[in-house]
């Protein structure tokens, strides 16, 4: 009884650094500086640590994730690293939309936290606060695991394997760091041609800032402004294009065109 409840004290105490610092040892092994994921090398000299980042991910203590920021550190890293996983179990995935990969991907049951859940319950039922999920209610055990509020940022954080996802970071995100860490992954890829290019006449926007309005709008500003303050358009035309701009204004433009790249992100 006695070691089973020293056992309980000192994974709570340790969850977080037990998905951090594996996990930290897989991303600088594997990402490279154009976000790009070597996953050759995933599976030959990080396999170990990956998988050690996914048990401390399935045994985290719930209880133990107290604050907005230990909560949402935590389910990122666990997302990013299930997705990894993911594409190490379909060696042959090239693009998710293209061979009708979605489902594998994002309604397979994985184990977070105690709980099984999929990944688009965990970023929406969770991280997103959604009340249903692929047309199901989000379970009590989730719903327990959601910060207080949605913070749009995550959406430069959160990597599904695609091209056009931002890219992963080469560190695991911490509690203690995250506010600088969001702000800064949210302002990188609001300045790259992923956020917001330009075609000719055209403006071509992340399909992010369509499927994710709500979350970019919650605050009261519009999503062309968030984009714009965060250092988004690379120049004065894109700037002046999204200044004011509210994803419904966008959408209805003929001239704006939103865009997503489902290419697995292989090196």
């Not at 911490?174 to 000719?200: E, H, K, V, Y």
């Amino acid at each position: 009884m006695l070691t089973a409840l020293a056992f309980t004290a000192l994974a709570s105490a340790f969850a977080q650094p037990a998905v951090e610092e594996p996990l930290d040892r897989v991303l600088a092994g594997v990402v490279g500086i154009d976000g790009r994921v070597d996953y050759d090398r995933l599976a030959s000299r990080y396999r170990d640590d990956l998988d050690a980042a996914l048990a401390a991910v399935a045994l985290q203590d719930p209880a133990a994730l107290r604050s907005d920021g230990q909560k949402t550190a935590f389910l990122i890293n666990a997302y990013n690293a299930q997705v990894l996983a993911r594409v190490l179990a379909l060696p042959g995935a090239r693009n998710l939309e293209r061979q009708d990969l979605f489902d594998e991907f994002f309604q397979r049951p994985v184990r977070v936290a105690g709980q099984s859940m999929t990944l688009n319950q965990l970023e929406h039922g969770v991280l997103r606060r959604q009340s249903r999920v692929d047309g199901a209610a989000v379970p009590a055990g989730l719903r327990a695991l959601r910060p207080s509020r949605v913070d749009y940022r995550i959406h430069a954080a959160l990597n599904c394997a695609a091209v056009s996802c931002p890219p992963l970071r080469r560190r695991a995100f911490r509690a203690s760091t995250l506010g600088r860490d969001l702000d800064a992954a949210f302002s990188a890829f609001a300045a790259s041609p992923r956020a917001a290019r330009l075609d000719g006449g055209r403006l071509v926007l992340s399909s992010l800032f369509d499927w994710f309005a709500d979350d970019f709008e919650a605050g009261g500003r519009r999503v062309g402004d968030v984009v714009v303050g965060a250092g988004g358009g690379r120049s004065a035309a894109i700037r002046s294009r999204l200044a004011s701009r509210s994803a419904a204004s966008l959408r209805r433009d003929p001239s704006v065109r939103f865009e997503y790249d489902w290419t697995v992100n292989r090196r």
